[in-house]
């Protein structure tokens, strides 16, 4: 899974190292966050193809979907982009897909954090009623076989939340319940990887795809402008320097869907 693609740099880096980590570490399926891809904010068909041209299964995104207005038709029409689940229903788009690779059955999963962000629906109870039709955790929690527990599937799911604390409330609701849960959004990867005891892997945050030497991928010297003196000026990519791929590289247990180990990857470009 792969953090936050940050602008032209962030298409760029990906498109130089995304093929190359795929077949160097044999990755089976790759899911890419897109929703900063549009010279920052949200996404554009020209993006969409460049992401999945570079290897991209499925592409999630979060609070910044919405920003191309033009884009949002192509949320209904294409299947492999996903805006946040728990938005409320009426919002154009889809907020989860199950599809097939390589004969086994994959499922992801976008939700997006509620502290510090918009109040849209709870993401807690919206992956209860994806997975069960009910919005109540279902009984079955101490399940040792993932797949079995859930629908079968291998169950991904991207995090689009700033508070670590409710990112890492949701990783221990899914635990046992998802094969990997990882956040999304703050762009500074975490190193807290890990195999929750129920057998899902977690990290809060994958960290972005972009410019590193600079505000979260956007231009240092416009964010210092922004914090000093609270104007909001126009936000623009960071142009120039290293640029990095940053995610997680997470390996399942074919049988029972769960986490056996991960690893951090920040694969960097000049
Ligand atoms: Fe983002």
Redesign the pocket.
């Given at each position: 899974m792969i953090?936050?693609v940050?602008g032209e740099p962030g298409l760029t880096v990906l498109e130089r190292r995304l093929p190359g980590l795929i077949g160097e570490h044999s990755a089976d399926f790759t899911v890419v966050?897109g929703?900063?891809a549009a010279a920052g904010f949200g996404l554009n068909q020209e993006c969409l193809k460049r992401i999945l041209g570079a290897g991209a299964d499925v592409i999630t995104t979060?609070?910044?979907v919405w920003e191309k207005r033009e884009f949002w038709p192509l949320l209904d029409k294409e299947e492999r982009v996903l805006r946040p689940c728990n938005y409320p229903e009426g919002s154009a788009g889809h907020g989860w897909i199950r599809l097939q690779k390589s004969s086994l059955d994959y499922m992801v999963v976008n939700l997006q954090g509620r502290e510090y962000m918009t109040a849209i629906d709870c993401p807690f109870r919206t992956f209860d009623r994806v997975m069960t039709g009910r919005e109540e955790q279902p009984e079955f929690l101490a399940s040792q076989d993932i797949r079995a527990a859930e629908c079968g599937a291998f169950t991904l799911v991207d995090f689009?939340a700033e508070s670590t604390r409710e990112k890492e409330a949701l990783g221990y609701y899914l635990d046992g319940r998802a094969s990997m849960v990882a956040g999304?959004?703050?762009?500074v990867q975490t190193s807290d990887e890990r195999v929750l005891p129920r057998g899902t892997g977690y990290i809060t945050d994958l960290g972005?795809t972009g410019i590193t030497d600079g505000v979260?991928?956007m231009d240092k010297a416009i964010c210092l402008g922004r914090a000093r003196n609270q104007v909001l000026y126009r936000m623009e990519c960071a142009a120039g320097g290293i640029s990095a791929v940053e995610g997680v590289l997470v390996e399942l247990d074919q049988n029972s869907g769960r986490a056996l180990n991960l690893r951090r990857i920040r694969s960097f470009a000049g």
């Open positions: 953090g936050d940050v966050n929703e900063n979060g609070n910044h689009h999304t959004h703050t762009h972005m979260i991928g």
